[in-house]
């Protein structure tokens, strides 16, 4: 089996990401125009949106109509994510301030993942999901570059 390719990709943040993520790879700031991280040249293959537990709660009840917008856009890539700083279990506790059920939430995110094809992810933390970001990032990479490869030999 072929060696995977090291990722070279830039990854590209967005310019409205308020704590944007630091990576050891290349990055560029600018505007997507949707999510809050891609790679360069691949803006509608795969994008990355992130949220912390404040965040989701917020985008599930006060800013439920402009968050599922963001959602009909995620629709439009062909890998879209959307990676939360939280597990279940730390889903399950709704912030101090939110007065929505938590079962609403959780049952939210999996209403729309399904409607949009918009793969949700749980990371623990905010490091744990930074990793995970770049995983996807790079696996996204590393597959098209896999696809180019097989396209030179093909032709």
Do not use: C
């Amino acid at each position: 089996m072929a060696k995977k390719a090291k990722f070279v990709g830039i990854i590209v943040i967005d310019t409205r990401e308020q704590l944007p993520y630091e990576f050891n790879y290349l990055t560029v700031v600018k505007t997507l125009k949707v999510g809050d991280y891609s790679v360069e040249g691949m803006e509608m293959d795969v994008v990355v949106e992130r949220k912390t537990k404040a965040d989701i709660y917020g985008s599930v009840t006060s800013g439920r109509e402009r968050f599922e917008r963001e959602m009909v856009r995620l629709q439009q890539i062909k890998y879209a994510a959307l990676v939360i700083e939280s597990d279940l279990n730390g889903l399950l506790e709704a912030p101090p301030f939110s007065r929505v059920s938590p079962a609403v939430v959780v049952n939210t995110l999996v209403s729309w993942s399904i409607k949009y094809a918009v793969n949700i992810w749980l990371a623990d933390n905010r490091q744990l999901a930074q990793q995970l970001t770049f995983r996807l990032l790079e696996k996204a990479w590393q597959a098209r570059e896999e696809q180019k490869n097989v396209d030179r030999h093909r032709g």
